[in-house]
């Protein structure tokens, strides 16, 4: 139970050191901009890593609740089966133009090896989680958005 709490608690603190590197870059892509980016970025990650999804698979959805009230965010999930977890994820998103903002001996404790890489163009970052043995949850996400004019407006 120790370890699963420690989990959560790095967690947090990857997402919280994610969100104050995306806040130093300049034009921010609109959140459909965004979205599109990270749907294509996971696609191609996971075609490159070959990896063999678990029952669980892939979700994708648009939530809220690590936002301030009022914004969201898209958030992609995924976990399975990669040989190469987390070398070959982390080469292969730093071709794509990310950069690696927080790495595991950061953080060395108890926890899984967790990585976090964060794309200063698109402003989009992707969590590595090394499970047991070859298994690897990659969660992507955008930064918080306040909802368009137009949308505020229905």
């Known amino acids: 139970m120790r370890l699963a ?6 967690s947090a603190v990857l997402v919280c050191v994610a969100v104050a590197a995306a806040c130093t870059s300049g034009r921010q892509p609109s959140f459909e901009e965004a979205a599109r980016q990270l749907t294509a970025d996971t696609d191609t990650l996971l075609t490159s890593a070959a990896l063999h999804m678990s029952p669980a698979g892939r979700s994708d959805e648009t939530e809220d609740r690590s936002c301030v009230p009022g914004q969201v965010r898209r958030l992609v999930r995924a976990e399975g089966e990669a040989a190469d977890a987390p070398d070959g994820l982390l080469h292969t998103l730093q071709d ?17 090896v967790v990585s976090v ?3 200063p163009r698109t402003n989009l ?15 992507g996400r955008t930064t918080c958005y306040s909802p368009a004019p137009e949308a505020a407006l229905s």
Do not use: A, C, H, W
């Open 125 to 139: 970052t992707f969590e590595l989680t090394v499970l047991d043995g070859p298994n690897v949850r990659i969660v």
């Open 96 to 112: 794509m133009g990310y950069d690696q903002i927080v790495e595991d001996l950061d953080l060395r404790d108890e926890t899984p």
């Open 117 to 119: 890489v964060r794309n």
């Open 5 to 10: 709490g420690r989990s959560v608690v790095m």
